[in-house]
């Protein structure tokens, strides 16, 4: 378990704990808590990308929760949520911009030869280890099948 993000957010949640910041606190042990839970459901020992694998899953499910909640008009949920995914994004590497991403699928496209949507898969394995959490997967599916399409 010698893994700089694993060891951030453990280090950042006694941090919290000091400073008493009960809302922080909550999102960083929710984090602790779904690594744990993973590592127990897999019988693994988490290394970084498995964990950016998490953290993205996390963001994720944020987000679709704070557009609810948002449409919903519930704005105490919606902060909430909105607070949680900006704690999470501070254990993710920095996001890539429009033109690295574009690089990136564009390389995967030409080394795998793709030239139908038939080939999506093929390049969809070698961008994803590329731009794991650090970039929105949906977007760059979207970019893809631009590509492909």
């Known amino acids: 378990m010698a893994d700089p993000i694993y060891q951030q957010v453990s280090a950042e949640v006694k941090t919290a704990m000091k400073a008493r910041d009960k809302d922080r606190l909550a999102a960083l042990r929710l984090i ?3 690594f744990k ?5 897999e019988r693994v020992e988490l290394d970084d990308e498995r964990i950016l694998q ?3 899953k996390m963001t994720k499910q944020r987000k679709d929760s704070h557009q609810q909640y948002a449409d919903a008009g519930r704005d105490d949920l919606a902060d909430k ?3 949680e995914i900006a704690i999470i994004a501070e254990f993710l590497p920095a996001q890539l911009s429009d033109d690295e991403l574009s690089q990136i699928v564009e390389a995967a496209v030409a080394e795998v ?3 139908t949507m038939q080939d999506m898969g093929k390049v969809m394995g070698i961008v994803k280890p590329q731009v794991q959490g650090r970039a929105d997967m949906g ?3 979207g970019l893809v099948k631009a590509k492909l399409g």
């Open 32 to 34: 602790m808590s779904e």
């Open 37 to 41: 839970r993973v590592e127990v459901d």
């Open 54 to 56: 998490i953290l993205d």
């Open 81 to 83: 949520e909105a607070m």
């Open 113 to 115: 030869g793709a030239s």
């Open 139 to 141: 977007a760059v599916s």
